[in-house]
């Protein structure tokens, strides 16, 4: 995958998934009636996550980042469209165990993307420091912009901002093929009308 669109979506998704973990964190515990709904809805996630793993490093091996990268986008901005709308905390532990199992994907296909760079041995830290940088730099300035977009609008309309978001994402890596991908194409056809032409 293209190094420069892996980071701007990833941006993009780390930026998205920090706006929203505050105000959802608010909205579970208003449907909740205990801490120990609270603790069991995120242990719900984090055990999700952890069986997920199991099979996701398979399914990246087999399908590539990119068709991973897609389902999780496209996956979150479904989930946050009902998040609003959530009445029931059996519906909560639901929504829970999807995003364990998304979080799981964009966790391990950012690490196998990183991973799949050709790098120099001596600047894997600088290439992965500077990652993080950019990644947490628009999760903060989203987070911060998100606390004033609130007075203005609903919670329920920022986690439909946030989907329209996902859906912009999961387009992106739909139709931005990388440029290696693009020249392979433009080889194997130039390739076959030479073919033709013999």
Do not use: C
Request: net charge positive; no cysteine.
């Amino acid at each position: 995958m293209n190094y420069s669109l892996f980071v701007r979506i990833q941006s993009m998704i780390l930026m998205s998934s920090s706006i929203i973990f505050p105000f959802y964190l608010l909205l579970v515990r208003q449907i909740g009636d205990s801490y120990a709904q609270f603790g069991l809805a995120y242990g719900l996630f984090t055990l999700t996550s952890a069986f997920a793993y199991l099979g996701i490093g398979r399914l990246s091996d087999r399908f590539g980042d990119r068709s991973l990268l897609v389902t999780h986008t496209f996956g979150m901005a479904l989930v946050l469209l009902y998040v609003p709308i959530v009445t029931s905390i059996s519906h909560v532990y639901l929504i829970q165990i999807i995003m364990g199992i998304l979080g799981a994907l964009q966790k391990n296909t950012e690490k196998t993307i990183l991973a799949r760079q050709e790098l120099a041995l001596t600047t894997v830290g600088r290439t992965i420091g500077r990652y993080h940088f950019k990644t947490s730099l628009w999760s903060a300035l989203g987070i911060i912009a998100a606390g004033y977009l609130i007075d203005f609008l609903t919670i329920g309309s920022l986690f439909y901002i946030i989907s329209a978001v996902y859906f912009y994402v999961t387009l992106r890596l739909l139709w931005d093929r990388p440029r290696s991908e693009k020249k392979h194409t433009e080889d194997s056809s130039s390739g076959v009308e030479a073919g033709i032409k013999k």
